[in-house]
Structures are given as C-alpha cells and as structure tokens.
Nanobody, 125 residues
Framework: QVDLVESGGGLVQAGGSLRLSCATSIPTINIRVTGWFRQVPGKEREFVRGINWIDDTVYDGEFGKDRFIISRDNAKKMVYLDMNNLRADDTAAYYC??????????????????WGQGTQVTVSS
C-alpha cells in the first residue's frame, strides 16, 4: 500500500510555475504535519515547506519563501505546493512526507515516517 503519492512534476522553463500535489491515504487524524522536501542527487534532502493539519501553521524552509506556497484540502486529503518563478536551481526530485510528531522545527526529515516516491521537477534555463 502506498500511503503518499506525489504528482505534478515535469519540465518547465525558468520563470514558469508548477503545482505539485500530494495525495494521502493516511487518515488525516493521524497526521500532524505534511512536509515537502526536495533532493538533488549527491546532495542532502532540503525542507521546502510544511503545513499543520491541526492549526494550518505553515513552516518555511530556508529558500523560496516568496515563490513556494503550500496549502491543503481536508476533504480531498491533498496537500499542494505551488511553485512560481521557477529557477534552474529548483530542479530536483520533490517528495511529500507526513509526521505525527510535535516539534518546534519540522525541517528535520528524521521526524517524518511516511514518504512518497517523489516527482521530478526540471527547470530549463
């Protein structure tokens, strides 16, 4: 059983936009935060954004605060990542993940216990 499925990746020109979607089959009562991470081969995984299912708190990563927007849809059990003004260095595999943990900092990937298989985003310059 696949708990999380990402979609929406693809090839886009620099300056363009993409919406990534994360569908979950996990009961939302069992999720505290869904986070988006990205990874480039040979580099560490980076935290992009996270959203709290209980109080809608958004957790920001270290980059793209004005370009990446996270949102969720309770009824559809979906989390979205809207990425705008994409740049070549945004090229990566993007993953969504969930955690039930309470933490002050949700950027640590070790907190997350369910992961999707990822969707590739490639930005051409």
């Amino acid at each position: 059983q696949v708990d999380l499925v990402e979609s929406g990746g693809g090839l886009v020109q620099a300056g363009g936009s993409l919406r990534l979607s994360c569908a979950t089959s996990i009961p939302t009562i069992n999720i505290r935060v869904t986070g988006w991470f990205r990874q480039v081969p040979g580099k560490e995984r980076e935290f992009v954004r996270g959203i709290n299912w209980i109080d809608d708190t958004v957790y920001d990563g270290e980059f793209g605060k004005d370009r990446f927007i996270i949102s969720r849809d309770n009824a559809k059990k979906m989390v979205y990542l809207d990425m705008n003004n994409l740049r070549a260095d945004d090229t990566a595999a993007y993953y969504c993940a969930t955690t039930t943990a309470w933490a002050k900092d949700y950027s640590y990937d070790g907190l997350y216990d369910h992961w999707g298989q990822g969707t590739q985003v490639t930005v051409s310059s």
